[in-house]
Each structure stands twice: as C-alpha cells, then as structure tokens.
C-alpha cells in the first residue's frame, strides 16, 4: 500500500471517528455513551481538530507532491533532451545503414582493383625478369672492358694512329703472357722480351716529338724501371712527365710523378747500401722536380730530398747535404735526417769559423 493512500484511509478513520462521537444518545438507553464533562469536551474537540487539521495539511501535502511529480513528467526539459537524443540515435543508425551499403557497394570495386594489382604485380615481374637479364649481359660487357683495361691499364680510349694500335695489341699480349707467371723474377725475361717488341715505337714516339695518350711508352717505362735500367727508364719518364698527359696504368694508384720518385728513391737507396753513386740520375730527378715543380706529397718530397743530401754527404759536399737536409725536414719533421743535419750544421759552422 502506498503512503498516500495509507494516509487517506487514516483520514477517512478519524472522521469516522469524529463523527461516532458527535452522534446524540440513544433514546433507547441501549449502549449509552458515558457523559463527560465540559473540560473533558473541549480536550477531544481540540483532538478533533487538530486530528483534522493534520489530515488536511498532509492532504495538501499529498496532492501538492503529486501535481509537481506531474508537472515533472510533462514539463522536465531532460525529457526534451532525451528526445532529442533519440533522434539523434536514429539519424546514426540510418548513416550506418547508409555506410553499409556503400561498403557493400565498395566490395565489388576493392574486388576489381585487387584483380588489376594483380594484373600489374604480374607485369612488373615480368619487368624486373628483364632488368635482371639486361643487368646480367651488363656485367659479361664490363668483365670483358674490365679485363681488356687490365691488359692496357688505360681508362680512356685514346684514337691514335694504326702504329699505336698495333702496339697496344702486342701489349696486351704481353701482359697476358706475365699474368700466368707467378713469380716476379721469372716475368722480367718476360718484359724484357716485351721491351724489345716496344722499343722501337716508343723510340720513334719520343724522338719525332709526338704528344698524345700512349699508354704503351707508359707500360715501357714500367718496365724499364723494373729491370732497373735507370739509364733509359728516367730519361723516358721525365719526358712522359713533361708532356703531362699520360696517366699511369689503372692498376697503380699514383701518378706518374709521385710513381718515378718512388722507383728512384728505392734505387738510390740501394746503391747508398752498396757504396755506390747515384749520379747523375738522381741529380737530374732533384732539378726536374724544382723546375717542373712537380706537385708531391710532403712525404714523397721530403724523403727524396733526405736520400740526395745522403748521397752528397758521401760524397763530401757537406754544405749542399746541409741544404738538401734541410729542405727534407722543413717538408717532413719525420724525414729521418734531423741528426745529420745537425751533425753537418756545427761542421759548417766550424768550417766557416776557421776560415
């Protein structure tokens, strides 16, 4: 039972009640009501009352707690909102059916697109097939250029005169011949043999004052300097040098300068060791390389000027020694002469003291 209506059927039970107590004596003197006193009257009047007054203020309460719980159902702006929202729900609900059917739709189109990727995938790899198969024929071609520049040790394709090329052949040859030699004494027969096939058209080169890339003069002075024939090879070379269009062998990863000073200080060395001059090679190497001012290494530069300052201090002319060591560990403070220089300074400076 709800409150409210507990509440009425107490209110009806007092009026009742109230109304019981009002009624006149029965007549009849059957079940008489006691008599009561005036006080006694006005006490279960005031009760009435305020039992009365109690059931209407709750009344009131009661209707005035249901008009606003009624007025809350039909004016609450939640409510409004709630609509609103349910609205909104079905407008979504119809976008996604919308969206479904356009994925539907989609599938049909991701289908044929999925079968052209395939169609394509298939066409590229036909493709990259024939990039591999051209990129094999490539290595075959430059293996085979690669093994011909062995040979030559040119990197340009110089066009000479028929003389050159049938030279260049006979190079080549050559070359063949000492790459199946494995020992490097036994291919110096070989480059001799070679050099005599050579000699007369780089001879010819040299002395009719001809100037193109002759990569076969070049190979010629190799040789020469291999069989240390420095006698002809440092003349050559010098003149190879000079015309400052040759490049060495692409084998060889120095120029042509840097490659005589090498094959010249290792010579001189050898001769110093065995007490022998290296006159007048190295000299006319040491004049070359301040008048051509050849561009060399600090390195290469200086040790060639220690290796020369050796020999003339052997040969007694200190003060030239003195300078050739100076000039080397003002290039190359590691030059290896420094105890020398030293050595010749205070023998010079005495010189010069008695004098």
């Known amino acids: 039972m709800s409150l409210i209506k507990k509440r009425r059927l107490e209110r009806i039970a007092l009026i009742n009640a109230q109304n019981q107590a009002a009624k006149p004596a029965n007549k009849s003197g059957k079940d008489e009501a006691p008599v009561l006193s005036k006080v006694q009257q006005k006490l279960m009047n005031k009760k009435a009352e305020k039992a009365k007054a109690k059931a209407e203020a709750e009344k009131a309460e009661t209707e005035k707690a249901e008009a606003e719980k009624a007025k809350a159902e039909t004016e609450n702006p ?10 909104q729900v079905d407008g979504v609900e119809g976008s996604i059916d ?3 059917t356009d994925v539907e739709s989609q599938g049909v189109k991701t289908d044929e697109l999925a ?3 395939d169609e394509l995938s298939d066409d590229l790899g036909s493709v990259k097939s024939d990039i591999s198969d051209l990129d094999d024929r490539m ?3 430059e293996n085979d250029i690669e ?9 340009n394709e110089y066009i000479g005169n028929p003389e ?13 011949e000492m790459l199946n030699v494995e020992d490097i004494e036994d291919r110096k027969a070989y480059k001799a043999e070679a050099i005599v096939k050579l000699e007369a058209f780089v001879n010819g080169y040299v002395q009719g004052a001809a100037k193109y890339p002759n990569i076969v003069a070049v190979w010629f002075m190799i040789w020469l300097f291999d069989l240390g024939d420095i006698a002809r090879a440092l003349p050559l070379a010098l003149h190879l040098a000079k015309q400052k269009i040759h490049n060495m062998p692409t084998r060889f990863s120095s120029s042509i300068e840097t490659f005589i000073c090498d094959q010249m200080y290792d010579w001189a060395k050898a001769k110093l060791e065995a007490n022998k001059s290296a006159g007048p090679y190295l000299d006319d190497l040491i004049k070359t390389i301040e008048s051509e001012k050849w561009k060399l290494s ?3 530069h200086g040790k060639m000027y220690a290796m020369h300052g050796k020999h003339l201090e052997v040969l007694g002319e200190e003060e030239a020694a003195l300078s050739a060591f100076e000039k080397a560990m003002s290039l190359n403070s590691a030059a290896g002469v420094k105890k020398k ?8 400076a005495k010189k010069v003291k008695e004098s």
């Open 139 to 141: 290595d075959w071609v």
């Open 98 to 100: 919308e969206l479904k």
């Open 341 to 348: 220089m030293e050595k010749l300074q205070a023998s010079v």
């Open 115 to 117: 079968g052209t990727v």
């Open 164 to 176: 050159l090329e049938t030279h260049k052949a006979i190079l080549a040859a050559s070359i063949d």
């Open 147 to 155: 093994k011909i520049k062995e040979k030559l040790g040119d990197e």
């Open 78 to 87: 939640e409510s409004e909102k709630l609509d609103d929202l349910e609205s």
């Open 298 to 300: 600090d390195i290469v």
